[in-house]
């Protein structure tokens, strides 16, 4: 059964940064097919790094140049760096993974594609 575990949001100012975690169990990072995406206070959702079946890694381009997708083979962890926070990046962040079969460029654009979700981690960033 996968499980996916998000965790490292909180509370900062603008300018800050922060590093959100997403713990895989029954799924295996280093195949791709995940998504990073945001549920925000005004009810949208946005795929902010999309991480193809090949491990490339596409960003929204609100977030390009500020947000990092890295992963800890390892631990199994995907991580999403967060620099230069923004409120407008005030969100439920969330990650998402895919299990069935999937060609290597594969780019999952919408969230019901994906097949296995997050609780999701909390992020606020005042001004």
């Known amino acids: 059964q996968v499980q996916l575990l998000e965790s490292g949001g909180g509370s900062v100012q603008a300018g800050g940064s922060l590093r959100l975690s997403c713990a895989a169990s029954g799924y295996t990072v280093s195949t791709g097919c995940m998504v990073w995406f945001r549920h925000t206070p005004e009810q949208s959702v946005e795929e902010v790094a999309i991480?193809?079946?090949?491990?490339?890694?596409l960003y929204a381009d609100s977030v390009k140049g500020r947000f990092t997708v890295s992963q800890d083979n390892g631990k199994n962890i995907l991580y999403l760096q967060m620099n230069s926070l923004k409120p407008e990046d005030t969100a439920m962040y969330y990650c998402?993974?895919?299990?069935?079969?999937?060609?290597?460029?594969?780019?999952?654009?919408?969230?019901?594609?994906?097949?296995?979700w997050g609780q999701g981690t909390q992020v606020t960033v005042s001004s």
């Open positions: 998402a993974a895919d299990s069935r079969p999937r060609p290597p460029d594969w780019l999952g654009r919408e969230i019901r594609e994906y097949n296995y």
């Open positions: 991480i193809d079946c090949d491990g490339s890694t």
